[in-house]
């Protein structure tokens, strides 16, 4: 997290893997640090990173399975069933079991959760903001396609 | 982590925060494909990517208190020390408290784990040439030139 750089090495040996010199390892740096911009501005609205990602996955598409809410939100079914039940008790979701499948559980949004979503989409805006500052359009640009072609990498190896 | 991208939008308007606009979330699904690919590969060693950060660490350096271990890895203190018993359980660590004080524990790997060092390394290397598999040399070094930038902004705000 608190990673000191020495000097940067020129070149993109990928054997060489200090820190710096590793993707995955600058990746999720960067990630922690967006983690902790994010808890920070959410503390006041009593919602941890752990809650928001679901928040988020359920403004989009309400109904979600717990199943398919793991797949989207890239947690454990473990982790997501804390998570929602935490949410549940906060009064932002309701668990619906599914009528015609009675092994799931359908995940709907109360209406104080969809109305917080005005209040809370401008925090991960002005998140967004404070990290790529000082990026011109060109770079950021270039960082989301480098960032997909990672994943492209990844997931294509994920599929193997 | 198995984000369906619809059309990529063209200009990069941070008002705009569909997930694949968005740089906190695509480092996040970036970072959480790492660490399945990571996952998948460690698993035939027994090791946890939740174990593997703090190995990582301490193969840089051994004796850091569980605190510096913390910060450096980026995890919370009593993640940490879950890490920590199970890595003492599997004997790849000793626990000892500083005589000097007596509320710092310092952390050293056994020999057992630092044999393995020369063994997992290269996993990770692997990991980031499948990752990066396809960018030219400058676009790996642009990928970490804009992960540092945007490092940097959130580590401004960090200091605040």
Redesign the interface.
Known sequence: ???T?KQ?AK??D??D?R??????Y?????????????RDRLQSHQITPGQW?FLRALW?EEGLSQRELS????TTEPTTVSALRLLARNGMIERVRNPKDRRTINIFLTDKARDMRSEL?PV??E?????????S?D??????A??????E???M??AD
């Open positions: 997290m608190n990673l750089f940067p070149s993109a990928t054997n893997l820190p710096e010199n590793s993707a995955g600058l990746v999720r740096d960067t990630h922690l640090l967006f983690a902790k911009a994010l990602y989009d797949r989207r939100v890239g989409m991960a805006i998140v967004n903001k404070v990290a790529t500052a000082g990026l359009d770079e950021f640009d270039q960082f989301r480098l960032l997909q072609k990672v994943r990498n990844l997931s190896e994920d």
